[in-house]
């Protein structure tokens, strides 16, 4: 098979840990037969930078001319510590999801079992850890009308949902709660929020179409409080944009590191894949950030968006054998213990392919 992916590699260690997917997914390109062209495009800091915004037209025809987008990371210290600058690096982010029609982010949290102990929760908490979040992606607060008013001393942000955007996420939740134990928690905060009532209701009318699973609604604040006492006690949740975000960030220190976790952003157009760290900045060029994220990111991607699963578990074997035998950055290691580069996990994991 041949794919076209585009390869957004974006700011910080994002062009790092991207070049080692890339060698893992040419390494399994070659031993299944497969051929992958990659295009690279700007995105981020880099593109504002070279042309003077975050996600160029040019990027967004690429991704739309390819089966899959695989995505680094973006932000920029530069950025982050100037709130009066107009151009920002997340805004491509942003712009990017809408364009794409990138609704659904698939957020999946599990263990490893040779790291067990590097989590900061105790071992019988997370032990059988696996539980997906699928987060809205293009509405609520971050795409809600916001300004200043009052001569700039007061500031507004509205979350704004649609019934028709929350039946879209809610649909992807049941039918991946149907591939897995047919439990579904909606999170909301119906207590307090209007558009959580909305997100409510409509998961409730839904329920007849899938009677095989179980729905259980409870309120922001008290998963952000299971999420560390009983992890294993979730499979699929489904929330909206704001609250994602927060609570899957939360969940991914469940594994030990964010450099761990992959990705997928889904929905009308090209699907796209990354790790969920962000852009790193303090470790940019030094060649120790952690790329299995990314890895693992690029086995989503041979599995979801082109149907190889053979491919994509090969993938994950090869990263449990390197975890196995603490071939490892330095944010898996002990103090005194060897770590090894970003590039040379890479070239370990692609020699046991």
Known sequence: MKFKIALLA????GPE????????SDAIA?????????????????????????????????????????????????YDNDPTAKVRPEQGLLLMRK????????????????????????RERIEGTDLVFLRELTGGIYFGEKGRRDGGETAYDNCVYTRA????????????????????????KA???????????TV????????????????????????VQWPNTYDVLITENLFGDILTDEASVISGSMGLMPSASVGE?????????????QATGLNIANPLATILSAAMMFEDAFGLKEEAEAIRNVVNKSLEQGIVTEDLVAKGVKAYKTSEVGDWLVANL
């Open 10 to 13: 974006g700011d910080g260690i």
């Open 269 to 281: 157009h090209t699907s796209l894949y990354e790790p969920i760290h962000g852009s790193y900045p």
């Open 204 to 227: 409730q009318a839904m329920e007849k179409d899938y009677p095989e699973v179980t729905v259980s609604y409870e309120f922001v604040d008290a998963v952000a409080m299971r999420l």
């Open 30 to 78: 070659k031993k299944f037969n497969h051929e992958i062209i990659w295009t690279p495009a700007l995105t981020g800091a880099c593109a504002i930078d070279a042309v003077g915004v975050p996600y160029p037209d040019e990027t967004h025809q690429i991704c739309m001319a390819s089966d899959a987008v695989l995505f680094g990371a973006i932000g920029h210290p530069k």
């Open 165 to 188: 955007e929350v039946q879209r996420l809610a649909k992807k939740g049941f039918e991946l709660a149907m591939t897995r134990s047919k439990k579904l928690c909606c999170v909301d």
């Open 17 to 24: 840990v991207i070049n080692e997917a890339v060698k893992v």
């Open 99 to 122: 364009k794409l029609g990138l609704f659904a982010n698939v957020r999946p949290t599990f263990t490893f079992p040779s790291l067990i102990d590097n989590s900061p929760l105790k």
């Open 191 to 201: 207590n307090v929020l209007e558009t959580s009532r909305l997100w409510r209701e």
